[in-house]
């Protein structure tokens, strides 16, 4: 646990259940190979292409829940379907970060790489 906590990937806000935070954890070094002194060889993360899809779309570092809601619905990926309709409690904690924010979500926030993963196991 100590390794993880130091690597930033441990989410310790209920400290009875710690839990891994995929997007830091995806996205740290560890996920590299030294290749040479000039540059790493990192594996690709398919949530990469489905947040880039994202971005390509709403054109701004934020947007609204409802915007959100509307592309990922019908966004598919390799283990979830296009065209379904999100679960309440999805859209309650998209919500819930559009509070936090003057109801914009920022993309390119934890949060939102967090709830990506719930829309995206």
């Known amino acids: 646990?100590?390794?993880l906590r130091q690597l930033g990937v441990l989410?310790?806000?209920?400290?009875?259940?710690?839990?891994?935070i995929i997007p830091n954890y995806l996205n740290m070094q560890?996920?590299?190979?030294?290749?040479?002194?000039?540059?790493?060889?990192?594996c690709i993360s398919?949530?990469?292409d489905l947040f880039g899809h994202l971005e390509g779309k709403i054109q701004a570092p934020h947007a609204t829940p409802e915007d959100i809601i509307s592309l990922v619905s019908v966004l598919p990926s390799a283990h979830v379907p296009g065209s379904r309709t999100l679960s309440a409690t999805l859209v309650a904690k998209l919500?819930?970060?559009a509070e936090q924010h003057e109801g914009q979500v920022p993309l390119h926030g934890r949060m939102f790489a967090q709830w990506m993963?719930?829309?995206y196991p």
């Open 30 to 42: 560890a996920n590299c190979f030294n290749v040479s002194s000039f540059y790493d060889l990192c």
């Open 1 to 3: 646990i100590e390794y």
């Open 117 to 119: 993963h719930f829309a």
């Open 46 to 48: 398919p949530c990469e």
């Open 95 to 97: 919500n819930e970060v």
């Open 11 to 20: 989410d310790e806000s209920d400290t009875s259940v710690p839990r891994v």
